[in-house]
């Protein structure tokens, strides 16, 4: 047999049908829907008299809008009942802008007449459709799963195939469990030895897109492998699947191997008993074969990655905490210096400003991309016992689903950080896309763990700088930007 | 769908690299439970000086004159010239539904983001990759004279130029199908409801776990 990678693996099994060209029916297996990317894609349903085919693969929950502060103490019941309906409304009436309640209203009338399981406002397992799907365990290897969202390559963390579809693509699967796709490309990421401490799988990822570029990871799908990973956490390989999308690629994955399962294990949704064996065996599979072909293979020196900051308007427009801002007028190309000249206007930046002598008005912990419980705890860390600096105008942590919030509540990880200054919210999106009322006023700077550092993506006029949670707590503790490794 | 056919219409270049779906339609305007009506708030941020809400009255705000779409050579475009990694960022759909709500049906690039180029094919547009060297060519000739049309045959897989020139693009053969006929994709993959239900039941007997 010839070797295959993952992805091959992968792609293979999900095989309905294919045309002559390539273009192939591939078949769905779980599908997490949120409600911005939704209501045109149940309102096609509905105008087109279809059903969903499989209500038993997809899981809905509300996210981009929901408010993070002001909600109720008091949860609803999981299971339906009149009080638990009441609860619900009074969590509904604290989204303040009603063009954002209609969309959450609209996907919860769509699940019930669906018949589509979701996790409700209130919900203690609601929060960030990326952080509820590994930990339900409702995304599990060799699946694939999409969602209407870029950032659906998270998944990949778990050796699925993931990626994000448009609204068009939600209406297709909901009609027909399928997708029309046609393979990717394969890219082979390698990031060998060690990564140094303070040096986390968010440094790693954005040194990676400013190896190879936005575009770099274009039409491919990404594998993550050698030691550096290896060595990461489940919760590790997630930002690093994550920020494939900002690589330009398709998907993100990571091969299984004993951390994969052992995080699995016991997961609501992850099967139990016999049927665990049998799963285990099978996804003990799903690893590139020895020998197996890549289009495109880039290796990465762990550790040689110092922890990263971003001095621009898109996510490769980034240099090391002990480095500078750039220079425009030592780009060669013009496309490119265009852009760096544009990106330091939009930024407030002057041309060779070491990255140390950034100050920042804002602190955002949170984002599905950093905002589970290692990124909490990372984070926590650097601010034990230390305040965040006075001239810090507001820092937020924002767990990524009710169950991260609760248990780091029990790690008492919600006082360190409200003694050390910062607020300590309810779970949502929040201000990485500032589609909820967290947002960045214009001219404000921000240390963000989010994954996007556009013009305008944590509010109009806002300045975006990408880090990791230890770092972003260390920035909030100094006012400006520090290497976090420098901290005893 | 509706079918796309043949397009003519000016060209209007939007000189950067890397616009992302944010840029394309600002996240406030994506509540909207609606798929129309993103139109005037394309590229929100740029086209206007003032910020943009849902629900305000497009023709009182304050427009940016120096944004390329604001100059009146460029009213009534059909054609976006656009840099590379166009479209990249957020799956949101709602990018090609502003483009198409404004007028925009093709949009010439040297590349696109994956999820964005194949979000327009389901609503009836059509991206189109051409060299960097000849994407470049066209942004001088846009901007050297005013009136500058292009003409899109997908039929043939050509761009015409106003000189005459055919410039040939590949697009895939299914995609192409879908857009001449305006055919609806949905219903094209439920003529294969067999193979489906013998694909699950294959699925499920080996992998079980995954049918609750
Ligand atoms: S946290 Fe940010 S990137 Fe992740 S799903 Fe929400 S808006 Fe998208």
């Given at each position: 047999m010839i070797a295959q990678t993952l992805y091959d693996k992968l792609w293979q099994r999900h095989v309905v049908r294919q045309e002559e060209d390539g273009a192939t029916l591939l078949y769905i297996d779980r599908h997490l829907v949120h409600e911005v990317t939704s209501p045109q894609a149940f309102e096609g349903l509905r105008l087109a008299g279809r059903k969903p085919w499989r209500t038993d693969t997809v899981l809905a929950v509300a996210d981009h809008n929901v408010p993070t502060t002001g909600l109720p103490m008091e949860h609803p019941d999981v299971q339906p009942s009149a009080a638990a309906a009441k609860i619900y409304q009074r969590w509904f009436r604290c989204i303040e802008d009603p063009v954002s309640r209609l969309q959450v209203e609209t996907l919860d009338r769509n699940c019930a007449e669906f018949g589509i399981t979701e996790f409700r406002m209130g919900d203690p397992r609601q929060g960030i459709v990326h952080v509820i799907g590994p930990e339900q365990g409702a995304t599990l290897p060799g699946m694939t799963v999409v969602c209407g969202?870029?950032?659906?390559?998270?998944?990949?963390?778990?050796a699925a195939l993931a990626f994000g579809i448009g609204t068009s693509e939600v209406e297709h699967v909901l009609a027909t469990q399928c997708l029309v796709s046609k393979k990717s490309k394969t890219l082979l990421v390698k990031i060998d030895g060690a990564a140094g401490i303070g040096v986390t799988a968010k440094d790693m990822a954005l040194a990676l897109i400013g190896h190879i570029g936005t575009a770099g990871g274009t039409g491919a799908a990404i594998e993550f492998a050698g030691a550096a990973v290896r060595a990461l956490s489940v919760e590790g390989r997630m930002p690093l699947c994550s920020m494939a999308i900002e690589a330009g690629a398709r998907a993100g994955m990571v091969a299984v191997d004993d951390t994969a399962l052992a995080y699995l294990q016991?997961?609501?949704l992850a099967p139990k008993g016999a049927q665990w064996e049998q799963a285990a065996a099978y996804w003990r599979t799903l690893v590139s074969d020895d020998g197996a072909h890549f289009d495109r293979v880039v290796t990465l020196d762990a550790a040689a990655i110092k922890p990263q900051v971003t001095w621009g308007t898109s996510p490769e427009m980034v240099v090391a905490v002990d480095g500078a801002v750039p220079?425009?007028?030592?780009?060669?190309?013009p496309v490119k210096r265009e852009a760096m000249e544009r990106a330091l206007i939009y930024m407030g930046l002057q041309p060779l400003t070491p990255i140390s002598q950034i100050s920042l008005d804002k602190i955002f912990i949170g984002s599905c991309t950093n905002s589970r419980i290692e990124d909490l705890r990372a984070a926590a860390q650097v601010a034990r016992g230390r305040k965040v600096a006075a001239t810090i105008k507001q820092a937020l942590v924002v767990p990524g689903s009710g169950l991260v919030k609760s248990q780091a509540e029990q790690e008492g990880l919600d006082r360190i950080f409200i003694d050390a200054g910062f607020e300590w919210r309810d779970p949502g999106c929040s201000m990485c896309?500032?589609?909820?009322?967290?947002r960045l006023a214009p001219g404000e700077r921000c240390a963000s763990t989010s994954n996007r550092n556009f013009e305008?993506?944590?509010?109009?006029g806002g300045r975006t700088h990408l880090v990791s949670p230890a770092m972003a707590a260390a920035a909030a503790v100094a006012g400006r930007f520090m290497d976090v490794r420098t901290l005893s | 769908m509706e079918k796309f056919t043949r397009l003519e219409g000016i060209a209007a270049p939007l000189d950067r690299a890397n616009v992302d779906t944010d840029a394309i339609i600002p996240k406030q305007f994506l509540k909207s439970i609606h798929r129309s009506g993103f139109g005037p708030n394309l590229f929100d941020a740029w086209r206007y000086l003032d910020h943009g809400e849902p629900g305000m009255d497009h023709r009182q705000r304050l427009q940016n004159p120096d944004f390329i779409l604001n100059r009146p050579r460029y009213q009534g475009a059909k054609i976006l010239l656009a840099r590379e990694n166009f479209g990249c960022g957020s799956s949101r759909e709602h990018a090609p539904w502003a483009l198409r709500d404004y007028g925009f049906l093709a949009i010439i690039a040297p590349s696109f983001a994956d999820i964005f180029y194949n979000n327009c094919f389901k609503n009836g547009m059509l991206p189109i990759v051409l060299d960097a060297a000849t994407v470049d060519r066209l942004f001088h000739e846009a901007d050297a004279c005013e009136g500058y049309t292009l003409t899109v045959d997908l039929a043939r897989q050509t761009v015409v130029t106003p000189g005459g020139e055919s410039i040939p693009f590949a697009v895939d053969a299914f995609r192409k199908d879908c857009l001449l006929n305006g055919l609806d994709v949905i219903g094209l993959t439920l003529r294969h409801v067999d193979e489906i239900k013998a694909y699950e039941a294959r699925r499920r007997r080996e992998e079980p776990w995954l049918f609750a």
């Open positions: 969202d870029s950032h659906t390559s998270t998944h990949g963390a778990l016991g997961r609501h220079d425009p007028a030592q780009e060669g190309d896309l500032a589609m909820n009322a967290d305008g993506r944590q509010g109009p | -």
